[in-house]
């Protein structure tokens, strides 16, 4: 590692064990800038919130038009919660990398992800788990209307949609229950 710039070899950022580590600044949909740009601040990795606040902060996030940085809100809550409830913060993940890649002009891989990011959350409906209030029906109807809007042929035509515009409500009512 070279100790001016702290990365190891051939300008990859990694940490002490060797695993990547980008410093490099990003933009709202998470995409790498150059070094000493300004940035969107990244968010912090290992939060443990509970899973209001995180619906919460995912939702905050979302309406910023900064679908990557939530999805690494619901990738905490993912690894911190309990396994029964795994499948919930994954769907809720891919949901977001979905409107990341499709606002990125991604638009294949955008769809393919919101829709599978669906089928996760789809379990939910019905008693399929506590889901702290998350729309289940609304989030899978969102997603599937935007992944047929944005793949080839789809409707939305050529642009990609707006981050910020598309931004899904997450829960049902007003907050989210903590």
Do not use: C, I
């Not at 002490?16 to 709202?28: I, K, L, V």
């Not at 969107?40 to 209001?52: F, K, S």
């Not at 913060?89 to 638009?107: D, E, F, I, K, S």
């Amino acid at each position: 590692m070279s100790e001016a710039s702290g990365r190891y070899g051939r300008g990859r950022d990694r940490d002490e064990e060797g695993r990547a580590r980008s410093a490099r600044p990003r933009d709202g949909l998470g995409r790498p800038l150059p070094y000493g740009a300004p940035g969107v601040a990244r968010q912090p990795e290992g939060v443990v919130r509970a899973p209001g606040e995180t619906l919460r902060e995912a939702q905050r996030l979302l309406d910023a038009g900064m679908p990557f940085h939530a999805h690494e809100v619901f990738e905490d809550a993912w690894k911190s919660g309990p396994g029964g409830e795994r499948e919930l913060w994954q769907g809720l993940a891919q949901l977001a990398v979905g409107l990341t890649h499709a606002a990125r002009g991604n638009v294949t891989g955008g769809a393919r992800l919101l829709r599978r990011g669906a089928g996760r959350v789809a379990g939910y409906a019905d008693g399929g788990g506590e889901t702290y209030r998350v729309d289940v029906p609304g989030l899978v109807a969102w997603a599937e209307e935007l992944a047929g809007r944005v793949e080839p042929g789809g409707a939305g035509g050529t642009a990609p949609p707006d981050a910020a515009t598309e931004a899904p409500r997450l829960t049902e009512g007003r907050g989210a229950a903590g």
